[in-house]
């Protein structure tokens, strides 16, 4: 693993446009700095509205930022008016958002090839590996089937390998497990360190469950009530390959899950 | 497969159809209670008021020997089909336009809306002068009386349109061609089809309408004929084959859409 950082956030902020009637609208986001190396799992941790959507946006560069700068590989962005936004950094930057945003009118194996499609590379190879993928996730013999014949977790696995079949180098994720029952999430998180096991992409993964947070980690940063900015970083000792169904047993989970506890108040 | 299983999945398709029974015997049962009311309101008011049913259909089927009757059914879905057609693609275009830019439609869609209040029956008789005594002033009656139907679906379609889509299409690499293609089109074609079943009968009546002015020949013109030799079992023959080529028409959209929104939920569970 490079130490030089992939993707390197400097000094941003982030504030709306004023509602009529107010003056100044506060900064939601002020003075947050982080960077992630190639080939690393970052999670980050925030309580509710601490912004983490946003944060992701900006990255993802379907929001503007109001202050400082993103820089990937080197090159800088800093997009302060609609414009100038550049979504996904040319296809190196992949999203998967809250929701899964599968298109209804696309079958699975469709919706997991769209990105693919409008990239102008389907062919027998990318078509192979995404077939790969979808196997790989137990969606097998439900490649037909449209987006409302599936489960919540069905959905979420399809919404993954959407953006993990094409490839981007860096791959933000803004809590993709949220909406499902315990037993669903701890198998989508296994499911996720296979998957990110296979091909070492750079995952940036938002969520508020301290634990997820833990069990997916190489690192796991704190952000801090609005407005936001990195409150802590905590190294996660836990070696791999792990198991996330008994990460509470492992050895270090209770101390990091303490200290993350304890930064978040 | 079980025994238990296989009984499951029988059941509802048994359900299924003694429903479909139920539907079509309820049609039956309206529909003979209609041609008899038709009856009874010849038989009181007289067969000048009100033309007797049996009559109107020897009509139909001495129209249809002739030829008089194909001939007028082609007429009229030819300015139909054409002024819909061209109202389509405009109605479908525009707010397609539109959408590349918020301040161009603040600034044009007040002249549309008022352009749609314009009675367009009103200016028939400029139409004429306008345009001569051809199938054009009925083209253009026909094409104003779909196209605002067609606009107002289709812009509401796109306002619908959920942001995230276009969002995860963007990230994804799509430019402005594919998303227009693929997410707005899709997303607003429940709504153009409600619209297409608005307009349709529009398309129909327009003509026909437009054909009582100015015609030779179309099912309107021949309404209007019989009308003026007091012929009331032809008007009621001529109300009759519009009814039915609206009901063609319509059945041929619920295909259509049948077809093309064949992902959406609602389609199968309606069936249940």
């Known amino acids: 693993m490079s130490d030089a950082p992939l993707l390197e956030i400097r000094d941003l902020g982030k504030r709306f446009p004023p509602r009529p009637g107010r003056d100044v609208s506060p900064w939601v986001i002020q003075g947050l700095s982080f960077s992630v190396r190639p080939g690393e799992l970052l999670t980050i941790v925030g309580p509710s509205g601490a912004g983490k959507s946003t944060l992701l946006n900006m990255i993802a560069q379907i929001d503007t930022i109001s202050a400082g700068e993103i820089v990937f590989n080197g090159e800088a962005v800093t997009a302060h008016d609609a414009r100038g936004l550049r979504p996904g950094f040319d296809r190196r930057i992949g999203y998967v958002t809250q929701d899964d945003c599968l298109l209804p009118w696309r079958t699975t194996i469709d919706n997991v090839l769209f990105p693919i499609e409008v990239q102008g590379r389907l062919n027998d190879e990318t078509r192979a590996h995404a077939e790969m993928l979808v196997r790989a996730v137990g969606l097998s013999g439900f490649e037909r089937y449209y987006p409302h014949e599936l489960s919540g977790g069905m959905r979420k696995r399809a919404a993954l390998i959407r953006t993990l079949a094409y490839d981007p180098p860096v791959i933000l994720m803004d809590e993709p497990f949220a909406a499902v029952d315990a037993q669903t999430r701890t198998q989508l998180q296994a499911d996720l360190l296979k998957l990110w096991n296979l091909g070492r992409k750079t995952i940036i993964f938002v969520t508020h469950d301290i634990t997820e947070a833990i069990a997916l980690g190489d690192r796991a940063l704190v952000l801090s009530r609005q407005p936001t900015r990195i409150a802590a970083e905590h190294v996660i000792p836990i070696p791999r390959p792990r198991n996330v169904a008994d990460i509470f047993a492992l050895e270090g989970f209770a101390a990091a899950y303490e200290r993350i506890r304890t930064a978040i108040q | ?272």
């Open chain 2, 1 to 272: 497969m079980t025994d238990a299983e296989l009984t499951a999945g029988t059941l509802p398709q048994a359900g299924g159809l003694s429903r479909r029974r139920l539907v079509l015997g309820g049609r039956l049962l309206l529909g003979a209670l209609l041609l008899l009311g038709w009856e009874w309101g010849a038989r009181s008011l007289g067969s000048v008021f009100f033309a007797p049913p049996l009559e109107v259909a020897a009509r139909i089927v001495a129209l249809a020997r002739s030829g008089v009757l194909f001939t007028d059914i082609v007429t009229t879905l030819r300015v139909s089909a054409l002024g819909f057609a061209i109202a389509c693609v405009a109605g479908v275009l525009v707010p397609f336009l539109l959408r590349r830019s918020q301040r161009l439609t603040e600034a044009v869609e007040p002249y549309i809306m008022a352009s749609m209040g314009i009675p367009k029956y009103a200016l028939a008789p400029w139409l004429i002068l306008w345009f001569g005594i051809g199938d054009l002033p009925k083209l253009v009656v026909v094409t104003l009386m779909v196209f605002y139907i067609i606009y107002i679906t289709t812009t509401a379609g796109i306002r619908g349109v959920d942001r995230r889509l276009i969002d995860m299409a963007r990230i994804a690499g799509a430019g402005e061609a594919v998303i227009a293609r693929e997410i707005i089109w899709h997303s607003l074609l429940p709504f153009f089809f409600t619209g297409l079943k608005v307009a349709l009968p529009r398309a129909v009546s327009a003509t026909i309408v437009g054909e009582f002015l100015v015609a030779t020949e179309g099912v309107g013109h021949y309404i209007e004929y019989s009308r003026q030799v007091s012929d009331t079992v032809g008007v009621f023959a001529g109300i009759v084959v519009a009814v039915a080529l609206v009901l063609a028409i319509n059945a041929a959209v619920n295909v259509a859409e049948r077809r093309a929104l064949g992902w959406r939920p609602v389609e199968r569970e309606m069936e249940l």
